[in-house]
């Protein structure tokens, strides 16, 4: 057993018994999926997945600086690929940070400043980032964000009470028309005028037995370099011989690659879409 100071990170679904017990499969896909960009910014920010049970996350950083900036981002990322999912089926983290001593054994962590962080988590509402008193008093003084302070607050397995701070960004302020992610992306953008253009793409490409590729493959294969043709076509919602034909229209024009993948006695893999 080893004890290190560590920024502590903790993902939950809200939710998630409710989101079961109306769409199994369903939930599960769209977890399946968000995990995946959890996962990617939690590796882009130097960060370690610990723990994982069930629909929670447990992470570690070097800095409780690059936590926080991961837990907005994943937020950011969730909520602009949920923007199209029905408000009932939308599966959404909440996500707490705080820093302090843990207790690492074959990887995983353990101890008090993980019960902190799990009582963070609680605290967030759905989409949010809950911060601790101590990870509340590195951020503050680094990051331009805004802060609820949420008074201290009692925990069953904390003893004294913690004060608590929701987490809002100052810079990106949430906009119900226009995600922040989405004025970084043209991909996303792109996805915007889809509605607008559609109509008009179909009267001009049917007569002419064309392929209309649609916004949402371009804007998935951004978000998740390396999927293979199966996911991709449970991701943006069309089968997977339409799938299949719009990624080999999209190879042939040089927009993407695709490479057979090998895994130590498992044979050959699907191939994977890079763009």
Avoid: W
Wanted: net charge positive.
């Amino acid at each position: 057993m080893q004890r290190r100071l560590a920024a502590i990170f903790y993902a939950d679904v809200a939710g998630y018994v409710r989101l079961m017990n109306a769409d199994e499969a369903g939930t599960l896909c769209l977890h399946d999926s968000y995990r995946a960009i959890m996962d990617r910014q939690i590796t882009q920010y130097r960060g370690r997945t610990a723990n994982t049970a069930g629909d929670s996350i447990l992470a570690e950083f070097p800095s409780v600086i690059e936590a926080v900036q991961c837990a907005l981002g994943v937020q950011e990322r969730i909520a602009a690929a949920s923007e199209e999912t029905p408000e009932e089926r939308r599966v959404t983290f909440r996500i707490g940070v705080h820093v302090g001593e843990v207790m690492v054994r074959d990887g995983d962590m353990f101890g008090y400043g993980v019960n902190i962080a799990a009582r963070m988590e609680k605290l967030a509402q759905p989409g949010f980032v809950c911060l601790s008193e101590a990870a509340h008093a590195y951020v503050a003084r680094v990051l331009p964000l805004t802060f609820d302070d949420l008074g201290a607050q009692p925990g069953k397995s904390l003893g004294t009470p913690i004060r608590a701070y929701l987490v809002h960004r100052t810079d990106h302020p949430l906009s119900r028309a226009l995600p922040p992610v989405h004025r970084r992306s043209e991909f996303n953008l792109g996805r915007r005028f889809h509605a607008i253009l559609n109509r008009a793409l179909l009267e001009v490409t049917r007569p002419e037995g064309l392929i209309v590729v649609e916004p949402a493959v371009f804007a998935s294969l951004h978000d998740a370099p390396n999927i293979d043709e199966r996911r991709l076509s449970e991701r943006i919602g069309v089968d997977l011989a339409s799938t299949q034909r719009m990624v080999r229209h999209l190879e042939l024009r040089g927009f993407v690659s695709r490479t057979q993948g090998r895994r130590a006695g498992l044979g050959r893999q699907p191939r994977t879409i890079t763009f």
